[in-house]
């Protein structure tokens, strides 16, 4: 920054547009697509803000003015205002980006734009995947896919256009969300992807507006998707949905709770590479509701190592007692925990039904309104999100052990569906 306060306005004014300095390298083109060729589709999935438009806009402007250029290009929004607002005259448009000598000229009547070179963009709505017969187009930039209305239609007709040239390229800029559209070109070897939280770019943002942001939205749904540009899957067969972990979200856990437990399901071997230990805290209040405090689980800890986590969590705290499942070393598990801190009172449980029986009444807690969630735990969520019924049972679609799950269900057992007549929690003061 110092040396611009001494360099010449012209130099200035050249440094200014050329974007290999200022962009990111999420906002370059890759080199090469997922399967090691060259790419025909670049997504690029970002947070809101993360500088996905001035990407989109800065790749249009080097293939109009490349040697040679892309004589032909289609930019596609979800209407015909989001292409003129945001991909044309936005502050980060495609006009915006140019040095304003070179700028192309934008013919609203005839939804285009012309550069001295004779490189012609069209513009075109999704809500019209008819007007995509007819033309021809050597690359395409399609702006926020994931919300189109009428996406799959809309995509079908421009590929049928992507005719021009010897390599047809499209860049997909949008922030994302699970529709199968999105999945498929992510699935594309022929696809090359890159992405952005909008934390990347607070450079160009408000000051504190990413802070701000992440202390209201941190760690959500609507944070993940629209703050580091997730894609959350969710299974329609799965015990629990993403509206039921929102609407039972809180800001914090009572500080009056009669009681609180630490549950730990530990991996069934002692490699790295076994499953992780699940260790999550939870506690109950006066009125019977239970208040999930933290997911503190490990993966890839040795017996000793997530013995001592689980410890912590207990201490942390203060919690009446650890719950740990002895279904597989049983005796190992317990062992390791009196090493590790031997004060704290260890309940062991022992699984006698599957995964599923045990987290159905689990579940029914949920939709009765009887759990909260004290902040936002994305991998525990992740995992109850997927439990569902699988070719061999029920379990994750991925094939791994929800140890997450697993841990979270002893701690709502523990305190709410177990023994009636647990001792009360004594507070210190």
Not at 336 to 356: I, N, S, W, Y
Not at 395 to 402: A, I, N, T
Request: include cysteine.
């Amino acid at each position: 920054m110092e040396a611009l306060k001494i360099m010449p306005p012209e130099r200035i004014a050249k440094l200014r547009h050329n974007w290999t300095v200022w962009a990111r390298a999420d906002q370059l083109p890759p080199a090469a697509a997922q399967g090691g060729g060259l790419w025909s589709v670049w997504l690029i999935l970002g947070g809101r803000g993360a500088g996905k438009t001035r990407a989109g806009a800065e790749w249009v402007r080097a293939l109009a003015t490349g040697r040679p250029p892309v004589r032909r290009i289609a930019l596609l929004g979800e209407t015909f205002a989001d292409v003129r607002d945001v991909m044309v005259e936005g502050p980060s448009g495609i006009l915006a980006v140019h040095p304003r000598s070179a700028r192309p000229k934008w013919e609203p009547s005839r939804r285009r734009l012309a550069w001295p070179n004779g490189v012609v963009a069209h513009a075109f709505s999704a809500e019209d995947p008819e007007s995509l017969r007819g033309p021809q187009f050597g690359a395409a930039w399609l702006d926020e896919l994931a919300k189109w209305r009428q996406a799959r239609e809309a995509w079908d007709m421009l590929q049928f256009g992507l005719r021009l040239g010897r390599l047809p390229q499209q860049l997909v800029t949008t922030t994302p969300r699970p529709i199968p559209l999105l999945k498929e070109l992510l699935a594309d070897p022929h696809a090359a992807v890159t992405r952005a939280a909008t934390a990347d770019n607070r450079f160009h943002l408000a000051p504190g507006f990413v802070e701000t942001m992440a202390r209201r939205y941190g760690g959500t749904r609507l944070g993940r998707q629209e703050l580091l540009g997730e894609i959350l899957e969710e299974r329609q067969d799965a015990l629990w949905s993403r509206d039921l972990l929102e609407a039972c979200r809180e800001p914090a856990a009572p500080a009056d709770l009669v009681r609180i437990v630490v549950a730990v399901d530990p991996p069934a071997s002692s490699s790295r590479r076994a499953d992780s230990c699940g260790i999550v805290a939870a506690g109950i209040d006066a009125a019977g509701l239970v208040h999930v405090l933290e997911d503190a689980t490990v993966s890839g800890a040795r017996p000793a190592a997530w013995a001592s986590a689980a410890c912590a969590v207990v201490r942390r705290w203060e919690a009446d007692a650890l719950v740990v499942e002895v279904n597989q070393g049983g005796e190992m598990a317990q062992a390791v925990l009196a090493e590790a801190d031997p004060g704290v009172p260890v309940t062991p449980v022992r699984a006698t039904r599957g995964k599923h029986l045990r987290a159905e009444p689990v579940a029914h807690l949920y939709e009765l309104g009887r759990v909260r969630h004290a902040g936002a735990f994305p991998g525990l969520e992740d995992e109850l999100c997927d439990f569902g019924p699988t070719p061999t049972g029920f379990g994750l679609s991925s094939g791994r052990s929800p140890d997450r799950l697993d841990a979270l269900v002893w701690a709502v057992t523990a305190l709410a569906l177990g023994p009636k007549g647990a001792a009360p929690r004594v507070r210190r003061v």
